[in-house]
């Protein structure tokens, strides 16, 4: 069964970065398309990013341009690099394997001066 671990989370000053990773056990993970997820308290879960297995991504429109998603197949790897970060951002990390029910337990990240 597919395995996705996430780390990377932590503390920052508005304006900041993270980079987060998603690290993959199982299966074939060049093939896998992966996704980034966040959830802040007592809100819904909200779609971040994706990354397809030919290095296409997707952006939500309140990330564009701040976030970048990226893949190393030979680690089996998803990163988030996190820039301008904003309190807003701050929530739960969470990766996804698209189209499948195998989520990661997630990394806190949390963004305040």
């Known amino acids: 069964q597919e395995q996705l671990v996430e780390s990377g989370g932590g503390w920052v000053q508005p304006g900041g970065s993270l980079t987060l990773s998603c690290t993959y056990s199982g299966r074939i993970f060049s093939w896998s398309e992966i996704e980034w997820y966040r959830q802040a308290p007592g809100q819904q879960r909200e779609w971040v990013a994706r990354?397809?297995?030919?290095?296409?991504?997707w952006y939500a429109d309140s990330v564009k341009g701040r976030f970048t998603i990226s893949r190393d197949n030979a680690k089996k790897t998803v990163s988030l690099q996190m820039n301008s970060l904003k309190p807003e951002d701050t929530a739960l990390y969470l990766c996804?394997?698209?189209?499948?029910?195998?989520w990661g337990q997630g990394t806190q990240v949390t963004v305040s001066s």
């Open positions: 990354i397809r297995s030919d290095r296409t991504t």
């Open positions: 996804h394997e698209y189209g499948t029910p195998s």
